[in-house]
C-alpha cells in the first residue's frame, strides 16, 4: 500500500509542475525572420541577453541555499513524523543540495524569461530570433524541452529524497532506498551477516576514509549507509548487535 500512495503523490507533483510551467512561463515561440543582422540585434539586445545570463546564473546560486534550508526543514517535519523511532539515517545532504540546485535553476529561468519578456513584449519574438542567432542553435526550442526534462527529473528526485531514508526501531528496521517506492521491514533476527566496515575504494579507486556498516538480510537484500548521510556509526552498529545474535565482521577496505 505505502508504493501506491507514493506513486499516487509523484503523479500530483508531476501535475502540479507542470501547471506551473505552463502557467508562468512566457511562451516559446521559434523566432520570427528579421530584417536586421546579427550585430543590429546584438547592439539592441546585448544588454538584455548578458543581464538575463547572469541574473539566472546568480539567481540560482542564491535560490540554492533558501531552497535546500527549506527542504532540510520539510524532511525534519516528515521524519519528525514516524513512530518507534530510536534513530534515523537521513538522505545524504548531497542530493538534497543537488536537488536544490536543481529547482532553484529551473524558477530562476522562469523568473528571468517572464523578465526578458516583459522587457520586449512587441519585440519578444524578435529578440528570441536573436537568442537563437547567439547561441547557434534553436535555443528557444531545446529550452522549452529541457525544462519540462528538468521539472520531471526534479519532481521525482524531492519525492525519492523525501522517501530515501532508515529507521531503527525497538522490535524493527525500517528502510527506504533512494530508488525504489515503499518500506522495506525487517525484524532484527532477520540479519544473517553485519559488517564494520573503515575504509571503502570507489569506482575511480580513490580510498575513502569514512566507516560506514553493511547488513545483509535473509532475502539477501543488503543494507548500507555509505551513499547516506551515515551519522553516528557506531550508534547503528550498538543498536543492531543488542538486538540481533549475529557477530560483527570487521572489514578494512571494502570496493564499490
Known amino acids: 500500500m505505502p508504493q501506491y500512495i507514493n506513486?499516487?503523490?509523484?503523479?500530483?507533483?508531476?501535475?502540479?509542475?507542470y501547471g506551473s510551467l505552463n502557467r508562468f512561463s512566457p511562451i516559446l515561440v521559434s523566432g520570427k525572420e528579421t530584417l536586421l543582422d546579427f550585430n543590429q540585434l546584438k547592439a539592441k539586445y546585448g544588454k538584455l541577453n548578458r543581464?538575463?545570463?547572469a541574473g539566472i546564473i546568480i539567481c540560482t546560486f542564491a535560490l540554492t541555499f533558501i531552497v535546500n534550508w527549506t527542504l532540510e526543514l520539510l524532511l525534519t517535519f516528515r521524519l519528525g513524523l514516524?513512530?518507534?523511532?530510536?534513530?534515523?539515517?537521513?538522505?545524504?545532504?548531497?542530493?538534497?543540495?543537488?536537488?536544490?540546485?536543481?529547482i532553484s535553476f529551473l524558477f530562476s529561468g522562469l523568473?528571468?524569461?517572464?523578465?526578458?519578456?516583459?522587457?520586449t513584449l512587441t519585440e519578444w519574438e524578435e529578440y528570441l530570433e536573436f537568442v537563437n542567432m547567439?547561441?547557434?542553435?534553436?535555443?528557444v526550442r531545446f529550452t522549452k524541452r529541457f525544462n519540462r526534462v528538468l521539472s520531471l527529473f526534479v519532481a521525482l528526485l524531492t519525492m525519492m529524497v523525501f522517501d530515501w531514508?532508515?529507521?531503527?526501531?525497538?522490535?524493527?528496521?525500517?528502510?527506504?532506498?533512494?530508488?525504489?517506492l515503499g518500506t522495506r521491514k525487517y525484524e532484527y533476527n532477520n540479519i544473517v551477516e553485519v559488517k564494520?566496515?573503515?575504509?571503502?575504494?570507489?569506482?575511480?579507486?580513490?580510498?575513502?576514509d569514512k566507516p560506514f556498516c553493511v547488513m545483509t538480510f535473509k532475502d539477501e537484500y543488503k543494507w548500507k549507509n555509505a551513499f547516506m548521510s551515515n551519522g553516528d556509526n557506531e550508534k547503528i552498529l550498538q543498536l543492531v548487535l543488542a538486538r540481533t545474535n549475529v557477530f560483527k565482521t570487521d572489514v578494512e577496505l571494502e570496493s564499490e
Open 134 to 139: 547567439y547561441f547557434r542553435f534553436d535555443a
Open 111 to 119: 523568473i528571468f524569461w517572464r523578465i526578458a519578456y516583459y522587457s
Open 196 to 208: 564494520d566496515v573503515k575504509k571503502r575504494a570507489n569506482l575511480l579507486g580513490d580510498i575513502i
Open 7 to 17: 506513486l499516487a503523490i509523484v503523479i500530483l507533483a508531476l501535475i502540479v509542475v
Open 165 to 180: 531514508y532508515t529507521t531503527f526501531g525497538d522490535e524493527e528496521i525500517k528502510a527506504n532506498d533512494l530508488l525504489g
Open 51 to 53: 543581464l538575463i545570463i
Open 82 to 102: 514516524l513512530y518507534d523511532v530510536l534513530y534515523i539515517v537521513p538522505p545524504d545532504f548531497r542530493v538534497i543540495l543537488f536537488d536544490s540546485f536543481c
